[in-house]
């Protein structure tokens, strides 16, 4: 199984419905994020959170929100879709301290029409 | 403001060495490289970092210049597998948290 697993792989959705992302981790991480990638772009982070009862902003939050449910968990959900959310999303972990490598999940590709 | 700058793609033949260059200017003395690839259809994968000195792991080794305004990533015999987008990374300071992804180099690798 993947340190990193994040569903749905795949979304197809409608203007205006919520839709939520999940990520779990096995690797005991504290820290989790969620990133963005669009088409030629790098990944962008949407929010982070280093424990249970901590959340915050990244550089693309609006139109976002995370849930950390618990160490392993932490979800992104968008309220309201629109179209200019489709990309890729990635879920990452790291420990605290040390180099701050991060660990990746395969991605969660939503399209919103 | 990815803070580093690097090529938008390169090619390789295969099982010849391939060295990638970054450049990070404005670099501060607390601040690491860290290189990571992503191969299509996968999410990023860490490759290795460094602060001052070259380091080298299973998977590529990091030259960082004595001015430590630049660095290379050299994979010392490129597969057909590391075909993929590689991002240079200046972690700021000991304590950040924070990774911010350039476009990366698209390294292709011919048979």
């Known amino acids: 199984d993947a340190d990193v697993t994040q569903t749905p792989r795949n979304r197809i959705t409608k203007t205006g419905k919520r839709i939520m992302l999940e990520c779990s981790q096995t690797k005991g991480h504290d820290r989790m994020y969620w990133y963005r990638q669009d088409p030629g772009l790098g990944l962008r982070l949407i929010y982070y959170s280093f424990d249970v009862k901590d959340i915050n902003k990244g550089e693309i939050s609006d139109g976002y929100s995370v849930s950390r449910q618990a160490q392993a968990k932490f979800s992104l959900s968008l309220e309201s879709a629109i179209p200019n959310q489709t990309a890729l999303y990635f879920c990452?972990?790291?420990?605290?301290?040390?180099?701050?490598?991060?660990?990746f999940g395969a991605g969660s590709r939503l399209t919103v029409l | 403001d990815a803070k580093t700058t690097q090529p938008n793609s390169m090619e390789s033949n295969e099982e010849e060495p391939v060295h990638l260059p970054c450049n990070h200017s404005t670099i501060s003395g607390t601040d690491y490289i860290h290189w990571y690839r992503q191969l299509p259809s996968q999410g990023p994968e860490y490759v290795i970092h460094g602060l001052t000195s070259n380091v080298n792991n299973r998977m590529a080794s990091l030259a960082i210049a004595e001015d430590r305004k630049s660095s290379t990533l050299i994979l010392h015999r490129a597969t057909l597998r590391d075909a993929a987008v590689y991002y240079c990374?200046?972690?700021?300071?000991?304590?950040?948290?924070?990774?911010?992804f350039g476009k990366g180099t698209k390294l292709s690798v011919i048979p």
């Open positions: 990374i200046r972690r700021e300071g000991a304590g950040s948290y924070q990774l911010t």
């Open positions: 990452a972990t790291s420990e605290i301290g040390g180099a701050n490598v991060l660990t």
